[in-house]
């Protein structure tokens, strides 16, 4: 495709239960990112990954939290323990080039809601 | 602590008139700033940037203010249309930083008509 993919766009689960989210970035992009938007705030980073290097995990609040990419491409973000307090949106993002201020592309984001 | 910060969570104008967006950042090593538009259900999609070497930097309607001394940036957006009408994130990256952005908490603009 041409954008950003994410899915699920929604997803609603039970407090202790384990996500897992997807994001299919841009053909060609080799830097991937995730954040993430609670109600009435800004975007936190959570994730990046560029090409083959470790990614960056700082912004990651717990270890509940952990992100792989597969192949270069595909992302998925895995929340286990789901907590009420992980209700967000998770927006993915990718770039073509690191370091040369490229700007990011957006996903849609996945609304993540837990009970 | 908040590197960026947009102090008005909301801003509202009429349709023809000026708007004008502003953010504040505390880390000197951001070098490169952005501005992103957010409607409701979608992604952030990217309006402007303008680098530190700059202090001004013009696309259209849209304009982008830097001034270094003050750590402060604005968008200015003239005539303001109600399609304009979203929220706008400032965001903030330094070299070795790679694209990482600091976005701050977004200021929420309604163009009246």
């Known amino acids: 495709g041409a954008g950003v993919s994410q899915s699920p766009s929604n997803k609603v689960t039970e407090k202790g239960k384990d996500v897992e989210l997807r994001c299919d970035p841009i053909s060609g992009h080799t830097a991937l990112y995730w954040y993430r938007q609670s109600l009435g705030q800004g975007l936190e980073f959570l994730i990046y990954?560029?090409?083959?290097?470790?990614?960056?995990k700082s912004g990651l609040p717990s270890d509940r939290f952990s992100a792989e990419r597969t192949g270069g491409s595909v992302s998925t973000l895995t929340i286990q323990r789901t907590q009420q307090e992980d209700s967000a949106v998770y927006l993915c993002a990718s770039s073509l080039v690191v370091g040369s201020n490229e700007k990011l592309f957006f996903g849609s984001g996945t609304q993540l809601s837990v009970l | 602590d908040q590197q960026v910060k947009q102090n008005s969570p909301s801003l509202s104008v009429q349709e023809g008139r000026i708007s004008i967006l502003n953010c504040d950042y505390t880390?000197?090593?951001?070098?490169?700033f952005l501005w992103y538009k957010k409607y409701p259900a979608e992604g952030p999609t990217f309006l402007i940037s303008?680098?530190?070497?700059?202090d001004k930097n013009e696309d259209g309607r849209f304009t982008v203010f830097l001034n270094k001394s003050a750590k402060h940036l604005s968008l200015h957006i003239v005539p303001s249309q109600p399609g304009d009408s979203a929220v706008y994130f400032c965001a903030a990256s330094f070299f070795n930083a790679g694209n990482m952005l600091t976005f701050g908490g977004g200021t929420r603009l309604m163009v009246k008509p």
């Open positions: 303008i680098s530190s070497i700059k």
């Open positions: 990954f560029q090409g083959n290097s470790a990614p960056d």
């Open positions: 880390n000197s090593m951001f070098d490169y």
